[in-house]
């Protein structure tokens, strides 16, 4: 390999995890205020040796995989993980480790070679330069014989783009980039054919020869899968512990160990030693291990791995990201701005929306911009500006929900495994999307200026333009908020529909600001829209000298009008400017806040 890497062993002694009691077996009776799901739990991962982790279904498999990559969320936890003799430290052990989930969460929009990439780009030193990591890309995607593949688009999983043994070799492949010296990998080969899963399996004999330590969580394997494995670590039902050791050629020592159990029938020829070795298991067996000269040679090897090797140091990381928080920022803004760009059906969507209505809403009020001679003229050109912002702020906002959701869910992987920072992903989600806005609304307020006809100066269509795209940031940063705030994409849409109504009603064109009861009056300061119809109103009219009919007071000009019915002041339009940066930059810090403290992923 081009880049050089510590080869590192992880000890466990006595490892036991908790939960809280489920309130269903309360109900039952049960007094225990802690439900244990690990007891006791011993063993050794050496490098350059693959290790299988096997057990029936609720033997604790992943659940201990998860204890120790560091990757629960929840419960309690008590006894000592060591890395290479050294106490573990979660925010260095990210560093160094890799963890391969059993969902395959990528990117859907963007290429096999760009999610290598960033994950190279962010978790590689600053010492390696742009040639070593692409040199270094490059070998691992022959490692796991991705060649072919390097510019497919991954897409999502069981929908579109690579299959499922190919998104698993694209797991393993962004874990790898990262040079790490211990890789977790669950359940690499569940739901895979036979061919399938015997590609993965050889991809992963070629990383464990590359000198790494190997961890997999196998569940039911095949004979060849098993006997492609180093070492063994059994658990029963329970998260109890029932062998550890070496499986032998053509899992000998297995056979060997178990057979010395009084009781346990010898093996058929031909019989797959894994299934074998889970029908046998009983009580009685695992209540005779304890004493056997294999689980004394394991804790033996515990031991020895427990204690530092003479001269050597423990891990040390002067920062927590092997990146700055810049250049963490560029990372997730290319990841970002290549998945929307190869994302066409939202952009489609989203620029043919923004023609159509600005056309359809252009025709409905067509050069009405200057007619203001009766009260209804005004009326009209209120009821403009309303639709112009109701229509599509509503539909930008629930159009950004899904592509967030599915970026949140791969932020839960990315954080975990020590990428960058929540904010700076935040920021650069915020980024792009201000982007696509930016130009969204250039056409949106090109169309409507000119076919609705407004007064042409330039500083009227710059006010135009700027209340117009701050209202749709607003919008889409509106939507991205309620999803960092919620567990789903469904709540989020429930939450947007109920406050989006509201907004609408305060909004100051079903019922003007000065006929709202006074005790309500404050939710119209309190709702974005209304301060946008104040800016856009105010901005073309405000200033109007020009005379206008009013019914019941004879002639007055525009903008007596305005201020006279509406309490639109073309002199406050400094102060409406400012509110709109400062919804803009609220929802902002929600939603970064959000995304960083709540986490709705449950391990």
Known sequence: MVLPFKPLSLAFKNVNYYVDMPAEMKSQGVEEERLQLLHDVSGAFRPGILTALVGVSGAGKTTLMDVLAGRKTGGYIDGSINISGYPKNQRTFARISGYCEQNDIHSPRITVYESLLHSAWLRLPKSVNKQDRTMFIEEVIELVELSPLRNSIVGLPGSNGLSTEQRKRLTIAVELVAN?????????????????????????????????????????????????????????????????????????????????????????????????????????????????????????????????????????????????????????????????????????????????????????????????????????????????????????????????????????????????????????QVSIEAVYVAVQTFFYCTILFFMIGFPWHLGNFLWYYFFMSMSFLYFTLYGMMLLALTPGYQIATIAMSFFLATWNLFSGFLILRTEIPIWWRWYYWASPMAWTIYGLFASQLGNVESLVEVAGHGSMPVKQFLKQSFGFDYEFLGIVAAAHVCFVLFFLFVFAYGIKFLNFQRR
């Open 180 to 428: 790490p010296s211990i890789i977790f990998m669950d359940e690499p080969t569940s739901g895979l054919d036979a061919r399938a899963a015997a590609i993965v399996i050889r991809t992963v004999r070629n990383t464990v020869d590359t000198g790494r330590t190997v961890v997999c969580t196998i569940h039911q394997p095949s004979i060849d899968i098993f006997e492609s494995f180093d070492e063994l670590l059994l658990m029963k039902r329970g998260g109890h512990v029932i062998y550890a050791g070496s499986l032998g050629c053509n899992s000998q020592k297995l056979i060997e160990y178990f057979e010395a159990v009084q009781m346990v029938p010898k093996i058929q020829e031909g019989t797959n030693p894994a299934t074998w070795m889970l029908d046998i298991s009983s009580t009685a067996v695992e209540s005779q291990k304890i004493s056997s000269f294999g689980f004394r040679k394991n804790q033996e090897l515990i031991k020895e791995l427990s204690t530092p090797t003479p001269g050597s140091k423990d891990l040390y990381f002067p920062t927590q990201y092997a990146q700055d928080f810049l250049t963490q920022y560029r990372a997730c803004f290319m990841k970002l701005h290549r998945s929307y760009w190869q994302n066409p059906s939202y952009n489609v969507t989203r620029f043919f929306l923004t023609t159509v209505f600005g056309v359809l809403f252009g025709i409905i009020f067509w050069n009405k911009g200057q007619q203001t001679a009766t009260q209804q003229d005004v009326f009209n050109l209120l009821g403009a500006t309303y639709s112009a912002i109701m229509f599509l702020g509503g539909s930008t906002c629930s159009a950004v929900m899904p592509i967030v959701s599915i970026e949140r869910t791969i932020l839960y992987r990315e954080r975990a495994a020590g990428m960058y920072s929540e904010v700076a992903f935040a920021i650069a």
